[in-house]
């Protein structure tokens, strides 16, 4: 039984397009993250919720809108796509927001814009 | 803003040999957390690190935390091909009540065989 599962797997699609990824974790936490690793594998932190309630939320553009209609749950769309776009993006969970707590990721999704 | 820094970017080596990655943070942190990916997978937990000076073991690998707790090392002792992969240390941001985690760049090793 997956604990933190995301789709798509791959994702292609055309510039100025707009696409959604989805995370679902069955482990019971609070808080999930939304990464995104680019070519150099250099993994940042996009956004993160606890319990439904958006607590992290770096500088990416507003382009990009997460969303979590349960604390099991966390989407994340991105309108008019851009070539910079192109990366893996991860869903991570943890027990709860305290930074002691290990993070759980999903296998990835591999975002490639044309 | 916090930074953490991880050196090398890459390490070759012979199946065999040893292997050590530095990680550095510009802050002093509460606790020190180290992830493994494989080619192609995600980010897996390895062990956190919490108290000054503190050395845990996992068979081969020993993970250190400095007495300033602002520097951690994995050493792994005589490599296996199953150690490829791309290591990472992670500090939390802060006071680390939001679970913000600044990962360093990585450490890519590969293994001979």
């Known amino acids: 039984d997956t604990a933190v599962s995301q789709t798509p797997k791959y994702l292609v699609t055309q510039m100025g397009n707009d696409k959604s990824i989805k995370c679902e974790q069955n482990?019971?936490?609070?808080?999930m993250y939304w990464y995104k690793q680019d070519s150099k594998k250099f993994l940042k932190i996009m956004f993160s919720?606890?319990?439904?309630?958006?607590?992290i939320n770096e500088t990416v553009p507003n382009r990009f809108s997460p969303k979590s209609p349960d604390k099991a749950h966390l989407n994340l769309h991105i309108n008019s796509l851009e070539l910079g776009d192109s990366a893996v993006y991860f869903c991570?969970?943890?027990?709860?927001?305290?930074?002691?707590?290990?993070?759980?990721f999903g296998p990835g999704t591999r975002l490639t814009v044309l | 803003g916090q930074q953490v820094m991880q050196i090398p970017q890459y390490q070759h080596v012979q199946e065999g040999e040893d292997f050590t990655t530095y990680c550095n943070s510009s802050?002093?942190?509460?606790?020190i957390q180290w992830y493994k990916q494989r080619p192609g997978g995600h980010p897996v937990f390895l062990i956190q690190?919490?108290?000054?000076?503190e050395v845990k073991k996992q068979k081969r690998l020993t993970f250190q935390f400095g007495e300033a707790k602002k520097n951690s090392s994995l050493h792994i002792t005589a490599t296996q091909t199953t150690d490829v992969g791309t290591y990472f240390c992670?500090?939390?941001?802060?006071?680390?009540?939001?679970?913000?985690?600044?990962f360093g760049q990585g450490t890519t090793l590969q293994v001979k065989p």
């Open positions: 991570a969970s943890s027990l709860t927001r305290d930074s002691y707590n290990e993070q759980f």
């Open positions: 482990l019971g936490h609070d808080t």
């Open positions: 919720y606890n319990n439904k309630e958006l607590i």
């Open positions: 802050t002093t942190l509460s606790n």
């Open positions: 690190l919490v108290k000054s000076g």
């Open positions: 992670a500090g939390p941001e802060g006071s680390g009540n939001t679970g913000k985690l600044i």
